[in-house]
């Protein structure tokens, strides 16, 4: 499989409890390397622009208040398949359905607040690296 380079967000549910370091533990115990990473708190629009996909979900507006709610960390994580295995690694969005083991199985506290983002496809992937880090910023 192909090494892939994947955005990764740890969420305010999850910096706000303290949790970064457990959760890129399991990142890295996948075999994802965090070649890039940094703290920021972002504005509601911010978040907004992120999560525009979303714009016609009844639940965009909260999503958007959380995400801007605290500092989050953002990240590029790369590794063969990283894509996919980064999604393997965070479990299924509502928690209740999450793999046990998994970031979300453990961490999540609600559908909303569930702790990490990863991004789905690999033009995903391209766009919202390069909406975070520019290219001097991925050090792999
Ligand atoms: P994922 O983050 O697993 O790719 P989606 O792209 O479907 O999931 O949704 C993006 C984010 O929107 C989710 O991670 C979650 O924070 C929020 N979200 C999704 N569905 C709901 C919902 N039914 N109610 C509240 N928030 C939701």
Redesign the pocket.
């Known amino acids: 499989m192909a090494i892939e380079r994947t955005l990764s967000i740890i969420k305010p549910d999850a910096t706000k409890r303290n949790l970064t370091g457990k959760i890129i533990a399991k990142f890295e115990e996948a075999g994802l390397r965090v070649i890039a990473q940094k703290r920021i708190h972002l504005t509601k629009a911010q978040a907004g622009t992120f999560?525009v996909v979303?714009k016609e979900r009844p639940?965009y507006d909260?999503?958007c208040e959380f995400m801007a709610s605290e500092p989050v960390v953002v990240q590029v994580l790369e590794g063969e398949g990283a894509i996919s295995k980064n999604r393997e690694v965070?479990g299924a969005?509502n928690p209740a359905d999450a793999a046990e083991g998994t970031v979300r199985a453990e961490f999540a506290e609600s559908?909303?607040?569930?702790s990490v983002?990863?991004s789905?496809a690999p033009e995903t992937a391209a766009e919202e690296i390069s909406y975070f880090f520019s290219g001097l910023e991925l050090v792999g």
């Not at 559908?111 to 569930?114: A, D, Q, R």
């Open positions: 999560y979303h639940f909260e999503l965070m969005t559908v909303g607040e569930n983002h990863g789905d």
